[in-house]
């Protein structure tokens, strides 16, 4: 199998070299893969990035390979294209078009033709003025044929102006853009040579829209000779390349490589092909004077031709136009063209003059198979238009199917479909995986089932990508012809499609393929969002789980923390509680009855030692404020009227005791509806007002503290009442607490933990002098 390195398929130049190569390596038995890509450094990003298709040729997968060069390396210099072979310089090479060092080449000598055209529109219509729309600078080929029209013009004694030289890079749109610009620069022309046809295609267009006549006003002339050269208006006299001999030829060179011998560079030439827009009147279009076959004729061909020289000897009229017809038939079945019959049929009658037996005729029988041969071309012409019209519908109608497709079984179902109402067929279509592109495997999704060996499976099947197909595919596809597509989305290659030659369009695959790259990235994207959406759902669940979990985990350690601190509250409290009783019935009792001995000791000795009377009565005031302070301290450690007078008069108690302690002013004020029933939620109130008011008292500076237990019902924003709570503040006027509050000690992270044991909002507020500290808790619950 032989691969192809070649650009777009629409093109006339590249059809007619790909049919050339195609024939003749069907004739030796020889598979083709056309890798179809772009033009190699080309400034238009979407080419740049379809030219992926190249990195996948080697010799794992083709045996040998023909470069196109003329096409792919519109933007390469020699140097440029010598590095692009010599990247594959492991499997046999062969170029066409462009000579490269170290490898064999086949291509086109147009000087001759190219002055030759130049003295016909000199000598033969007058022509003085010259424009030229050259190729890109720095292409060997262009350059060569731009350096014989000016040499040609010198030997006219013509002289060229610089002005009236533009560049193109091959196709229609830059001939336009060039002709228009030579229009720009006001220097008047009255001949055009373009460097190729599809340019001078374009330079028609412009000079037409200009109101400039071809040929009365400029005569145009073009280059290669495509077949769309005899249909423009008016008919492009152009240099005729022989395209299909270029092909032919690349092969029989790269078969001889790959046999072991060496390869020879390969010259063939070009002629003038006289057409009307150049100023010629319309005349004969076939070489009357052919008296041997030339080497791209077809083994057929040779044989039909026979054939007819025996007819025409004879003569059989109605035998030899019963065998024109059938190979007429035969070369519109295969895409030959028709015309070179004409050429065929000067050779037979050149044949037929030399047989000593042939018998003169007036020539009727020639005339009528040239008749034969025009309206068999016309025809043609017509059923292909007609087929034109077929295929636009059903590539629209293929176009909107794939479209429609959001899933990928959906897409390559409708593709496979659309496939067979092309008249391809059948096909391959592979992804890239792992997103690199051209990376060490693909994934094969698409395939025909007579040409597998195992199921492809939901996912496809991987394969090492340079071996283009995985080794389940039978063999037999080795021995077609296949063209590859990259399937690029904007910049981004998807993969490619691997499909056979037969579509009687060329240009079918690369709009199939853009229609298909587009449907597969939907599908694709559609894909992935399922696959994150399902990975998302699982890793969802996954988290839940764990939080799950973890908040099991959590609830627990906090109800056993809270049980924790619950008690420890408990324990401090039932502590304070035993240490208060302990003062109250021991310590003071025991103070007391010290009190009572030392009260009778006064009184013996106020009558013997009258003079210590006063130090005796300084003794007693202590005794008795060390009984009251006492009594004091065992009531604040346990409040044992709590429970019996509840907490507002507990509180009393409190502020009472500490206004007799410290000389600050405590004004203290309790709503009558201020009532906790619960024992233990009223304590831990009772112990975060004592806090509080400690604090001020020893730490404000305050010389007035305000101790408030009251009712407040929370109001919503919108007006709406909310729920009823006890509130119990302590408010100084002293210093304040710091702004913010550091970090908290031992005394506040109590309170807090108080309150939040029994389920109230504890609040610390720096006032504009002073600091409050709140207690909210809930009505209702427990209180």
């Known amino acids: 199998m032989i691969g192809v390195f070649t650009a777009e398929l629409d093109d006339a130049y590249q059809t007619a070299v790909l049919r050339g190569i195609e024939t003749r390596a069907r004739d030796f038995g020889i598979g083709v893969i056309s890798f179809v890509g772009h033009r190699i450094d080309s400034p238009i990003g979407s080419e740049a990035i379809a030219n992926v298709v190249y990195r996948l040729a080697n010799k794992k997968n083709v045996d040998g390979l023909i470069v196109v060069s003329t096409t792919i390396a519109t933007f390469l210099d020699a140097e440029d294209l010598a590095a692009f072979i010599s990247a594959r310089n492991k499997m046999p090479q062969i170029s066409v078009g462009l000579k490269v060092p170290g490898i064999g080449s086949i291509t086109v000598d147009g000087s001759e033709a190219v002055a030759g055209m130049v003295r016909h529109l000199v000598r033969d219509h007058g022509r003085t003025r010259f424009a030229l729309i050259g190729g890109p600078p720095g292409h060997s080929e262009a350059d060569e044929r731009q350096n014989a029209f000016l040499a040609a013009l010198e030997e006219e004694g013509i002289p060229f102006d610089e002005k009236l030289a533009a560049n193109g890079d091959f196709i229609r749109r830059s001939g336009a853009d060039a002709a228009r610009t030579l229009l720009l620069r006001g220097v008047a022309f ?53 395209l299909n001999e270029l092909g032919a030829s690349a092969v029989e060179m790269l078969v001889g490589v790959l046999n072991g011998g060496k390869p020879r560079d390969r010259v063939l030439t070009s002629v003038p092909i006289i057409r009307q827009s150049c100023g010629c009147p319309p005349r004969r279009l076939y070489n009357s004077g052919l008296t041997e076959l030339p080497s791209s004729a077809t083994a057929e061909e040779r044989e039909i031709i026979d054939e007819l020289t025996a007819l025409a000897v004879q003569p059989d009229s109605e035998g030899f136009i019963a065998l024109l017809n059938d190979a007429l038939s035969a070369a519109s079945r295969t895409g030959r063209k028709l015309r070179v019959w004409n050429d065929y049929l000067s050779l037979v009658r050149h044949r037929r003059d030399l047989h000593p037996a042939a018998r003169r005729d007036d020539g009727t029988l020639f005339e009528a198979a040239r008749v034969l041969i025009g309206e068999t071309e016309g025809r043609l012409h017509a059923a292909r238009w007609v087929d034109s019209e077929d295929r636009l519908s059903t590539a629209l109608s293929v176009s909107n199917s794939l479209a429609g497709a959001f899933e990928m079984p959906d897409m390559l179902r409708r593709l496979e479909t659309g496939l067979k109402e092309l008249g391809i067929g059948e096909g391959f279509l592979a992804l890239f995986d792992g997103g690199e592109p051209v990376g060490a495997r693909s994934r094969l999704v698409m395939a025909p089932r007579k040409r597998m060996h195992r199921c492809l499976g939901e996912k496809g099947l991987r394969f090492r990508t340079l071996q283009l197909l995985p080794p389940c595919v039978d063999a037999s596809w080795r021995k077609s012809s296949w063209v590859l597509e990259a ?17 009687a369009d060329p240009a079918v695959y690369g709009t199939l393929s853009d229609q298909v790259a587009g449907a597969l990235k939907g599908a694709l994207l559609l894909e992935q969002e399922r696959t994150h959406e399902r990975r998302l759902e699982e890793e969802v669940a996954r988290r839940t789980a764990e939080l799950t979990r973890t908040n099991r985990e959590l609830a627990c350690e906090i109800a056993r923390r809270m049980h924790l601190e619950q008690e420890v509250l408990e324990i401090s409290n039932l502590t304070m509680q035993r240490i208060g009783q302990d003062l109250h019935d021991d310590l003071c009792q025991h103070l007391a009855g010290v009190a009572m001995h030392f009260s009778v000791l006064r009184d013996g000795i106020a009558h013997s030692a009258p003079s210590s009377a006063a130090l005796i009565d300084r003794i007693g005031d202590l005794l008795s404020d060390s009984i009251a302070r006492a009594k004091q301290i065992a009531r604040g450690l346990y409040p044992a009227g709590l429970a019996e007078h509840g907490l507002a008069s507990t509180i009393e108690d409190l502020v009472e005791m500490a206004r007799r302690s410290y000389p600050v002013t405590i004004d203290f004020r309790a709503s009558p509806d201020f009532r906790i029933g619960n024992a233990d939620r009223a304590l831990q109130v009772y112990r975060i007002i004592q806090e509080a008011l400690a604090n001020a008292l020893k730490h404000s500076g305050s010389d007035r503290i305000d101790v408030r237990l009251g009712v407040q019902q ?58 409050r500290v709140a207690c909210r808790l809930a009505l209702g619950k427990r209180s």
Do not use: H, W
């Not at 009255?190 to 006549?213: H, I, K, P, S, V």
């Not at 908290?744 to 389920?759: F, K, P």
């Open 190 to 242: 009255d001949a055009l040579f373009c460097m190729n046809d599809r340019m001078a295609f374009g330079a028609l267009d412009t000079l037409q829209e200009r109101g400039l006549r071809v040929p009365e006003d400029v005569s145009v002339i073009g280059f290669d000779g495509i077949e769309e050269s005899r249909y423009v208006s008016p008919p492009l006299t152009t240099v005729l390349q022989p």
């Open 714 to 771: 929370r109001t919503s924003p919108e007006g709406k009442k909310g729920g009823t709570f006890l509130v119990s503040e302590v408010i100084d006027y002293g210093v304040g607490i710091a702004n913010p509050i550091p970090d908290e000690g031992m005394g506040l992270r109590i309170m807090r933990c108080r309150a939040a044991s029994v389920g109230a909002e504890l609040t610390i507020d720096r006032l504009k002098q002073g600091t």
């Open 487 to 503: 399937l690029v989305f904007q910049d981004e290659p998807l993969g490619y499609m691997l499909l056979p030659r037969g579509a």
